[in-house]
C-alpha cells in the first residue's frame, strides 16, 4: 500500500483526531490531493514547522501543532526542568487557536506560558522570551508566505532562533512524539494553575522604550518628514503607530486599506515587502502626501521594506541590500561622530549579502563577520562575540532582515523602521543618500533570483540540480573566472563562487519551500556598469543550471 493511503487510514482510525476532521478528509475525492496531504509527515525543520493549512499529515493542524509543542516541551522539561515559555501570534488564519494550543501542551508539561492576548509581532516575542527570562518560545508566523500557510517558529533561551546541537535534540524529542503521547489541559484549569498567563501592555511599554533607545540622533526636527506606512494587514502597526508617536515622527499617514488585520491580506497574494507590487496601493497615496518615504512590514512585522523618491519623484523599491548599506553607513557615522564607535564594535551580515558591508566596517575600522543566511546564526555569532570583547550593533541579509543591538535576536520591521525615518530627518532623500553612499565606497551592486519548483518532485529536482554542480562546477562566468569555489556542505547546502574583482555568485536552496535562490554581485565603477556586469554573470549561471 501506498505510503500516503497508510498515513490516511491512520488518521481515519486514530481515536485523537476529531470526527469533524475525519468526515472533512471522506468527502475529499482528489487523489492528488489526498497524496500532498498524507505522502509525508510535516517536515520539522531547525526552525520549528511551515506549510499549507488543513487536515492531514503534510498540512498545518492542531494535530501537528500539538506534536510539535509536546516535542518542545520535552526538550524544555529535560534541560530547563520546570521553566516558562512565551508565545505570540500573527493575523493568518488559525495563528490564534494555534498559539493557545501551543500554550495548554506547555501548560500541561508543568511549563509556565506567557501568551500575547493579542496578536504581537516576531521581535517583540523574541525579546519577550529574553525580558521575562524564558527558557524559550513560539511565534505562530509564516512570515511573508501566501494566505494559505501558517508556521511554528521555535526560539531558545536568549530569544534567538535555535541552532546546534539545541535544533537536533528539539527535532528528535517532535519526531518521536506521537498524537497519544500528548499531554493536554483546558485552558480553565491552566489558569488556575498559573500555567496559562495573558500578557500584553506591560511588555508593550518595555519593548517600545526598547526601541526608542536605537535611536541615533533623537534630537533631529521631524516636522517636515512625510512617512507612509502600511502593516499589510500584519502585526506591525500597533508598535509602528506608537514608536513612531513617541520618536516625535507626527506626519505618519497609514494606508487605510491595508491596516486592518487579516488573513487573506486583501488583494495582496504575497504579503512581502521585498516585492515592489505590495506598494502599489501606497505609492498612490505616497504621491498625494508627498511622503519622503513609504515603509511596508510584512505580517509578523519582523522584515521592513522601503519605496523612496528620486529626482523625478518618482517612488524607487530599494533592495534588501540597499536598504542594509544604508542603515549601516547611518548607524556607524553617527556613532563615530558622537565619538561612541568603538573598535571592539561589530556587524554582522550573511555571505549572500552585498560585500560593500565589509567596506564600511573597514573604513570605520570594527569587526565585520559573514555567516549563513537566517538570523539564527545572527544570534550564534552575537554570543560567540560576547565571549571574546565584542559588542554587536548592526547586522542583516539580503533578504530584508535587519537587527539593530541586541534587546531582540531576530529580525526586527519595528527599530529599523524608526532608524529609517530619523535618517530621512538627518539627511533627506535618501536616493541620493544611497548615492553618496556609492560615491564614497564603489557601486557595489546586487540580485536576487528566486526559482520556484512546485509539486512533490521539486525537492528532488533540487537535489539534482545541486549535485550536478558538485561534480561538474562552473570555471567561469560570462568572461569572469571563478577564483575560488566553496561548498558549505555539511553545514548548510550552499555554493558559493569567489569572481575576480570582488565578483560572486551563490546558489542556496530554501529549506522550508521547493525553492532556491540565486545571489550575484559585483562591484562597478559606475551604477550603470555595475547593473550590466551581474546580470550577465547571472544569466549565465541560469544557463547553465536549466
Same mark, same amino acid.
Given at each position: ?5 497508510? %498515513? ?51 498540512? *498545518? ?42 500554550? !495548554? ?13 493579542? *496578536? ?97 540622533? =533623537? ?147 570594527? %569587526? ?54 530619523? *535618517? ?25 533570483? =528566486? ?13 539534482? *540540480? ?75 549561471? !541560469?544557463?547553465?543550471?536549466?
Amino acid at each position: 500500500m501506498e505510503q500516503y493511503k497508510i %498515513n490516511l487510514n491512520n488518521w481515519l482510525t486514530d481515536p485523537n483526531i476529531d470526527e469533524t476532521t475525519k468526515e472533512e478528509l471522506k468527502q475529499i475525492k482528489d487523489e492528488n490531493d489526498l497524496k500532498e496531504r498524507f505522502h509525508k509527515n510535516l517536515e520539522f525543520g531547525t526552525a520549528g514547522l511551515r506549510g499549507i493549512l488543513g487536515a492531514g499529515t503534510n498540512r *498545518m493542524n492542531i494535530y501537528n501543532i500539538r506534536i510539535a509543542s509536546q516535542g518542545f516541551a520535552s526538550y524544555l522539561v529535560k534541560n530547563f526542568g520546570l521553566s516558562s515559555a512565551a508565545v505570540s501570534y500573527d493575523p493568518r488564519h488559525f495563528s490564534y487557536e494555534f498559539a493557545v494550543e501551543t500554550a !495548554l501542551v506547555f501548560a500541561a508539561n508543568g511549563i509556565k506560558t506567557y501568551i500575547y492576548k493579542e *496578536m504581537r509581532p516576531t521581535p517583540q516575542l523574541s525579546y519577550t522570551v529574553r525580558e521575562l527570562k524564558c527558557s524559550g518560545g513560539v511565534m505562530i508566523t509564516a512570515s511573508h508566505n501566501p494566505p494559505e500557510y501558517n508556521g511554528y517558529k521555535v526560539y531558545g533561551d536568549d530569544g534567538s532562533q535555535v541552532v546546534s546541537p539545541a535544533d537536533t535534540e528539539i527535532i528528535n524529542f517532535v519526531n518521536g512524539t506521537k498524537l497519544e503521547d500528548v499531554k493536554l489541559i483546558t485552558k480553565e484549569e491552566a489558569t488556575e494553575k498559573g500555567l496559562f498567563i495573558e500578557i500584553l501592555e506591560e511588555i508593550d511599554e518595555k519593548f517600545i522604550q526598547e526601541t526608542l533607545n536605537l535611536r541615533r540622533n =533623537p534630537e533631529l526636527n521631524k516636522d517636515n518628514v512625510n512617512i507612509v506606512y502600511s502593516p499589510l494587514h500584519g502585526a506591525g502597526l500597533v508598535s509602528i503607530k506608537e514608536v513612531f508617536k513617541r520618536a516625535g515622527f507626527n506626519n505618519l499617514f497609514l494606508v487605510d486599506k491595508q491596516t486592518k488585520p487579516d488573513g487573506d491580506f486583501g488583494n495582496l497574494t504575497y504579503p512581502n515587502p521585498e516585492d515592489p507590487d505590495v506598494f502599489k496601493e501606497a505609492i498612490v497615496f505616497a504621491k498625494e502626501k508627498k511622503a519622503d518615504i513609504i515603509i511596508a512590514t510584512d505580517p509578523d512585522a519582523d522584515r521592513v521594506g522601503v519605496c523612496v523618491p528620486d529626482k523625478e519623484d518618482e517612488y524607487i523599491h530599494l533592495t534588501g541590500n540597499q536598504l542594509g548599506v544604508l542603515l549601516c553607513e547611518y548607524i556607524l557615522s553617527s556613532m563615530h561622530e558622537k565619538g561612541t564607535l568603538k573598535p571592539s564594535h561589530g556587524v554582522i551580515t550573511s555571505i549572500v549579502s552585498s560585500k560593500l558591508t565589509s567596506a564600511i566596517a573597514k573604513y570605520y575600522g570594527i %569587526n565585520v563577520a559573514h555567516v549563513f543566511t537566517g538570523f539564527k546564526h545572527f544570534g550564534e555569532q552575537i554570543r560567540k562575540w560576547k565571549k571574546e570583547g565584542i559588542e554587536f550593533i548592526y547586522g542583516f541579509e539580503e533578504s530584508f532582515g535587519y537587527q539593530i543591538g541586541s534587546h531582540v535576536r531576530d529580525k526586527d520591521g519595528i527599530g529599523p523602521s524608526l532608524l529609517l525615518a530619523e *535618517m530621512v530627518a538627518c539627511h533627506g532623500n535618501l536616493w541620493d543618500y544611497l548615492e553618496k553612499t556609492y560615491e564614497k565606497y564603489g557601486f557595489y551592486t546586487e540580485e536576487t533570483t =528566486p526559482i520556484t519548483i512546485k509539486g512533490i518532485t521539486g525537492q528532488e529536482k533540487i537535489k539534482s *540540480m545541486m549535485e550536478t554542480l558538485r561534480t561538474n562546477p562552473p570555471k567561469n562566468l560570462a568572461g569572469n573566472t571563478i577564483i575560488e569555489t566553496i561548498d558549505y556542505l555539511p553545514k548548510s547546502d550552499v555554493l558559493y563562487y569567489a569572481l575576480e574583482n570582488e565578483g560572486f555568485i551563490c546558489i542556496r536552496p530554501s529549506g522550508t519551500e521547493p525553492k532556491i535562490k540565486i545571489y550575484a554581485g559585483v562591484k562597478g565603477e559606475t551604477r550603470e556598469e555595475g547593473k550590466i556586469k551581474v546580470n550577465a554573470i547571472k544569466n549565465d549561471f !541560469l544557463k547553465l543550471i536549466e
